[in-house]
């Protein structure tokens, strides 16, 4: 925690376990309790009755302004409720940072939608310059089911080369074990792909711990640590 830098805000694309935790919330929050912390309007409404006064409501195609950076938010493809009832949960955005030289577009968890790129698009003539998107995993039995909200590796590039982003930075994976998969079982199958792949340069897997330096000129792209 001591080694964050400066936090001007916390962005929730949905309400799952693994993209809301309340620990970290509050362990973020010890920063500082200002931080204004962004989420869809249901969200955004629990978090406030929990005692959460710096939660704040951000909507699909409406720009919200953060020090220099704008951040354009679209619907995601994943239902984020669990039990049927608990449908505060329901709400999954994806967002795209930009400081008018780099962009950044997370898309949470999702599946394949023309949102992103429609996202995306909002930037032309520029393009993004790194997608952070989610690998998973499912058997074969369960894949239909999954990539209905989900994407799988070769979802993942396949969107990637749709949004024409300079550089792929996958995420979720390494986590935790499913119960049809394990932690690594998506960045394996990611790995096999890229092997001949005519974008696999342009695709950073970056463990824990390690950082990514990206500025606007495009071939200046180094792992640090
Ligand atoms: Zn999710
Ligand atoms: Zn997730």
Do not use: C
């Not at 950076?69 to 608990?86: E, N, P």
């Not at 749709?162 to 996958?170: D, G, H």
């Not at 499913?178 to 792909?193: C, E, F, K």
Request: a positive charge; hydrophobic letters at 45%.
């Amino acid at each position: 925690m001591s080694e964050l830098p400066h936090i001007d805000a916390i962005l929730l694309t949905h309400a799952h376990a693994d993209h809301l935790s309340f620990r970290s919330l509050r362990l973020l929050r010890g920063l500082s309790s200002t931080i204004p912390i962004y989420a869809p309007a249901a969200i955004a409404r629990w978090l406030d009755r929990e005692g959460i006064s710096s939660a704040r409501v951000i909507e699909a195609g409406r720009p919200v302004q953060i020090a220099n950076i704008t951040i354009r938010t679209a619907v995601a493809r994943h239902v984020g409720a669990r039990y049927g009832v608990d449908r505060w949960r329901g709400a999954a955005h994806m967002y795209l940072l930009d400081n008018g030289s780099v962009s950044v577009l997370f898309t949470g968890d999702t599946a394949i939608t023309p949102a992103v790129t429609t996202l995306a698009e909002s930037l032309l003539p520029r393009r993004v310059d790194v997608a952070l998107l989610p690998i998973g995993f499912a058997p074969r039995w369960k894949e239909y089911l999954f990539r209905r909200g989900h994407l799988t590796a070769a979802d993942a590039l396949s969107l990637f080369e749709q949004v024409n982003a300079r550089i792929l930075i996958p995420f979720h994976w390494g986590t935790f074990r499913h119960v049809t998969s394990g932690a690594y079982d998506a960045i394996r199958v990611l790995r096999s792909l890229l092997e001949d792949h005519a974008k696999a340069a342009q695709v950073k897997i970056l463990s824990p711990g390690e950082s990514l330096l990206v500025t606007n000129a495009e071939e200046d792209v180094s792992p640090t640590r």
